[in-house]
């Protein structure tokens, strides 16, 4: 065991700050990873502040933090897929059991005994995982992911959640040329589906409340860009959709969007708002339409969604932060402040006292 440097809130009201936590020196099949920059996902601010304490509640102290990227510092002796000095990413999984039928199709994400980055039980130090906000991460290579060269490595980190979110629904859904596709809020996940989308073909429709976003939407790829309190915008768009992506994370009316599908449409939610949606019958009923949800996705296919980043240059828009600036980038973050991903540069740590 050794002790790492981290951000840490220690109840739902403290907001974060440096705390010393152990990490366990890496095993046979373990790297250490010494991180460069942790995106910052509104997952975590829900976390920190146990806005899902319904669902998943929050164990004190937390560390949040899965969009991770940084280099290998060790490697224990059964590893065979990194050397000290090799990039390497880390996202929202770092464990599962491996045997169930949901591992054996590379869909961790669904394994019923499933590790989360952070706030999930830790079977080698007791008590419960940390996440990114720290000097240091250590983790299975299986559960590690390797980051194109080609990618700068502050907007690669977002790539880690927000990126593979956004990826394996669209994917799913055949995502494509031909297919139009919305997306609905510009945040950290939506940008990335913007751009996804537009990188996988579709005619892509941005949605936002934000006016302010909407040049930006274009930029990032969107095809045409609504206001979604502009009621006569969003009424030109009824029934045309094959497919929605909905990465809002507050209450918001999910009908407005559900009308705005073809027939045989979907509409999948990303978005984890804490409180329940109310959806009518009869935006489903009219026309089959479909209302899903998706979790981020497997390790195999968070790698692949890493490759088709490379390939065709992705990355996240990132505002880089050191981790001092991290409260108030929080207080941003709840306003739809960000354009569009805060970064923390992870070197800001080192000479935090
Ligand atoms: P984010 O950066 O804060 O983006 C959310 C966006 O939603 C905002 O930028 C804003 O876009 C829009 N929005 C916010 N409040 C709104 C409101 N009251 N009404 C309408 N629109 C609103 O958050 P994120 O990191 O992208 O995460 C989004 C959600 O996905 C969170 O709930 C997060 O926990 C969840 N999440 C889920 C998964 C999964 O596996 N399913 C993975 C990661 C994150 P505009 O300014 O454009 O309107
Ligand atoms: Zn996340």
Redesign the pocket.
Known sequence: MYQAKAYAAKSATSGLAGMAIPRRDPGEHDVQIDILFCGI???DL?AVRNEWSEFMPTVYPIVPGHEIVGRVTKVGAAVKKYKVGDLAAVGCLVDSDRTCPQCQQGLENFCPNLRLTFNSPDEHLGGVTYGGYSDSIVVDERFALRVPENLKLAGAAPLL??GI?TYSPMRRREVGKGKKVGVV??????HMGVKLAHAMGAHVVAF???ES?KDDAVRLGADEVVVSRNANEMQKHANSFDFILD??????DVNAYLTLLGRNGDLTI????PKPLAVTAFALIMGNRSFS????GGIPQTQEMLDFCGKHNITADVEVIPIQKVNEAYER?LR?D?K??FSIDMASLKSDH
């Open positions: 996902c509104h997952s829900h959640c927000a979110t809020g510009l945040g950290g996940l939506g936002t409340t934000s976003k990465t809002v994370s507050a209450d918001h990303v978005g984890a708002p949800g998706s979790n981020i973050l739809s960000v569009y991903r």
